[in-house]
């Protein structure tokens, strides 16, 4: 397995790569979400590439930059075990140089959810991910669709400016009791840790309700809540039953519908969702 | 030269054309200028691919959209006769289909010029040359110093966003009396088409008096101005003296300087400059 660190070894690794290239971009502190997402490129694809580079433009002024968690040998050790062949490893300056100024942005899709609440997220993801697309040129791009609504971003990015790419969506990876993977699951102490299972219950509630004919957005979104309220040590700050392709929120579920929450838990901000329809 | 519509067939024949890959974006209506481009090209490249696309998102609500001169056929001849070797003529359905909602856009370098005459000017030109950029996949790309702050606006885009293409800018085209060649010059009616000399005069002098040792940019400026006031026909919009890395007004020419200005003759808005220093 290569580990690069700049540009133009990058661009040399990558031509000597066989054909399809698959990519899983990542922000490191591996989980096994992030296992699966190698293994889908590795069926996929003859040659797999992983990234790891924590960007500071998605996360905002008030957000967990600086404690995100970080151990680049312990990826490293994950990734060569997984089968990787190439890690891109770019460091913050090689990214985003003085005199960087282009960013890219997608409308629309990004005014609710995720992007309501954390303004220039995705600005800074989908201008990331298009520098990764660029620097690596994969056939497919895999992404988890724990972040919901980064995938759709993607997606529609990858199909607005022609990148020559297929994005693959891969299921959530949950811990036993429901938790989905995530790296800041590290957050969590012992007693927090156990109660961040009510985003599952929440969600499994509401999804209950669906298979039973609930069609009503509104009972579905107040089922979540009543759950999540219920944990006194967890603090709910929004939940959404959505559209699947626009993110618009839905009076009726007639179509694919995304259920989708964030909470804090403690000082920790954890998101899920669920796919109904 | 094969000339294709629509993204799957143009990714096909990419994927035959021999490289290195040169790349000319144009819209149409060629002119010397373009053809000088795809010499340029022709010299430096194994392939030629052009393009031919009237961008709508880089043109105002008050501005030449539907006016903008088109012969197609013209410039497929001239393109075959100048040895290109695919064509890329999509259509404006093509390249923004609905839903379409994700845009590349430069800032600093964009607030002055250009980008605070034309405000979202270069958000269209940025996203469509990205756009172009990933449907073409070309090693070098060649574009008009005709179009400065383009040039430089495009070649920190590329920079920025890790688009693995050389930018490579050519000189501006004239005619015998100096007018730069511009798809637009056709608008201009006989009368317009003498004082247009104006333009080339004005930058002329400037640079004259820079040579005989004027650094200050102020009076370059105004020298401009003044020879371009002196013509009735001509209405000046800007002039500029420039730094030619950053675009920002400049005090005292001691570095690479752009002089440029943009004016109207008659209904006809004209744009051109010289670097100096």
Not at 193 to 206: D, G, H, K, P
Not at 220 to 226: A, E, F, G, S
Not at 232 to 249: I, M
Request: hydrophobic share 40%.
């Amino acid at each position: 397995m290569k580990v690069i660190t700049t540009l133009p070894e990058l661009r040399n690794a990558r031509t000597a790569l066989p054909e399809p290239v698959g990519f899983v971009p990542t922000m490191g502190y591996l989980h096994a979400g992030h296992i699966s997402l190698i293994n889908a490129a590795k069926a996929g694809c003859t040659s797999v590439v992983a990234s790891i580079f924590v960007n500071p433009t998605q996360f905002g002024p008030n957000e967990d930059l600086a404690e995100y968690p970080r151990d680049l040998p312990r990826d490293l050790s994950v990734l060569e075990a997984a089968g990787v062949d190439l890690v891109w490893t770019p460091t913050p300056e090689c990214m985003y140089p003085p005199g960087f100024q282009t960013w890219v942005e997608v409308q629309g899709l990004t005014n609710g959810l995720e992007g309501k609440i954390r303004p220039g997220h995705f600005r800074g993801v989908t201008t990331i991910v298009a520098k990764l697309f660029n620097a690596v040129r994969p056939d497919r791009a895999y992404f988890g669709q724990k972040d919901a609504q980064q995938a759709v971003v993607i997606r529609r990015m990858t199909r607005d400016l022609d990148f020559p790419i297929e994005i693959v969506v891969c299921p959530t990876t949950r811990e036993p009791d429901g938790l989905a993977m995530s790296s800041r699951n590290s957050y969590l102490i012992p007693g927090e840790r156990n109660v961040a299972t009510v985003i599952f219950r929440a969600l499994t509630e509401a999804k209950n309700a669906y298979e039973s004919g609930q069609r009503e957005a509104d009972i579905l979104r107040r089922i979540m809540r009543d759950v999540v309220n219920a944990e006194p040590l967890v603090r709910l700050q929004y939940v959404s039953c959505a559209d699947y392709d626009t993110l618009e929120e839905l009076n009726t579920v007639n179509t694919k519908a995304l259920l989708s929450m964030a909470v804090y838990v403690g000082k920790t901000r954890l998101i899920d969702n669920f796919v109904i329809g």
